[in-house]
């Protein structure tokens, strides 16, 4: 070496910078194992119905099971906060491995509960109670999950590489979908009613334990090092983001209504009902919801290329204004007791949603400053699930137990597509921009 050559101090040395690949890895691979596990139940609705919330009236044992799908929705919020005090005050990374970690753990146990008729009530109790960990940890998953790849991503391709974090809720949901297709497909009724649908929970462990192993590897985000270095790190980000950002806030929970309550209710909600209200077998229906996943898997990518193309307005107005056009006619078909018909329309009530949603995370993130991004992605993600989306099941089916009316999901569906609509009218272009610091 020569010796005229100094060797810089620690502090000046600049650490090289992660891969992409290797960040869109962690943030995607966390996202699946989450929302495979939070999605199954929603799939296995009509046995766990049967399971834990014993009625003489199906009808009723459905409502009782998406009460306690909504229930775990509830729960997002104080998880939201949690994390996202946790995320923007001890970093990303550390939030991160903690929501796998306990997402798995509230799954795994749903898998191994006893039934009612085992338990009594009890087992509805612990079932519920299950539901409401797995609500806690989601609260901070896709919101850190998105605040790490934006806050790492160059602005000329930060909508796409966003929306690449969000295939993987539709990889999960996607996974869980087939694996409930390949459960119904391999095991008789009677059996996926007696043990077999206890099966889809208990694979959770093993892939939350390859999503821990790659989140524990990755580094934190240099705006988040930012921040710790020149002392701007929140003490209370939750209260700084409220007296800071609240109309920012009250943006994202409006953009946020049709990648919520039009996410449960296209897919989550349209496998019950092709079965109940189609008559369509559940194979038919998880095939159907499955196709959608994957339509929607290839639509998010896309969408965020043409947010970074021509703006996050235009792709989410495109999303939404579909929406509301479509809504009643594909819900029309979906009931008509056509299988080509049914699976059109759900996979088109799906890659509306999927439009909107490859833009609108990254709008998200480019509306807050970094000391209170994790926190407001959470809380304004996690408002919006609480009342459109965990709900849409559960309202979904009370609307036609109540109107005996099968089409009022689509007036549902619409309904959250309108609040995204007027909602994007009032916020800024943001192609381009650099994330705010500190």
Known sequence: MDSTMKALPPEQVEKPKQKTSTVIKAAVVGTVVEYYDFGMYGYMATMIGAQFFVSHDPAAALLGTFAAFAVAFFLRVPGGIFFGHMGDKYGRKKALSWTILLMVAATVLMGLLPSYATLG???????????????????????????????????????????????????????ASL?????????????????????????????????????????DTP??????????????????????????LIKIIGLGALITGGYYIASVYAATYL???????????????????ILGVITLPIAGYCADRFGRKPVILTGSAGA????????MMMS???VWQAIVAQSTLFICVSIVNGASYVAYAEMLKASVRYSGLALGNNVTNMFLGGTAPF????????TGNTMAPAGYFVFCALLTLIT??????????????G
């Open 275 to 293: 079965q109940t209200v189609g008559h369509f077998t559940p194979q038919v229906a998880f095939l159907s919801t499955s196709l959608a996943l």
């Open 395 to 402: 309202i979904a089916t009370l609307l036609i137990s109540m």
């Open 324 to 331: 509301v056009l479509l809504g009643v006619p594909m819900f």
């Open 179 to 219: 694996v409930a297709l390949g459960i119904n497909s391999m095991f008789s009724s009677d059996q996926v009613m007696d043990w077999a649908w206890r099966v889809p929970f208990i694979l959770s462990l093993p892939i939350g334990i390859i999503g821990v192993i790659i989140r524990n590897k990755m580094e």
């Open 424 to 437: 994007v009218f009032f916020i800024k272009e943001t192609k381009g921009v650099e994330l705010q610091g």
């Open 121 to 175: 009530v009890w087992a509805t109790i612990l079932l519920v109670l299950c539901r409401c960990l797995q609500g806690f940890a989601a609260g901070g998953e896709l919101a850190g999950a998105n605040a790490f790849v934006a806050e790492s991503a160059p602005a000329k391709w930060r909508a796409t590489q966003t929306s690449m974090v969000n295939t993987g809720t539709y990889l999960g949901s996607l996974i």
């Open 223 to 248: 705006q988040f090092e930012k921040l710790e270095e020149k002392g701007e790190i929140a003490k209370l980000p939750i209260k700084e983001l409220l007296s800071t950002s609240k109309v920012s």
């Open 336 to 338: 008509g007791g056509v």
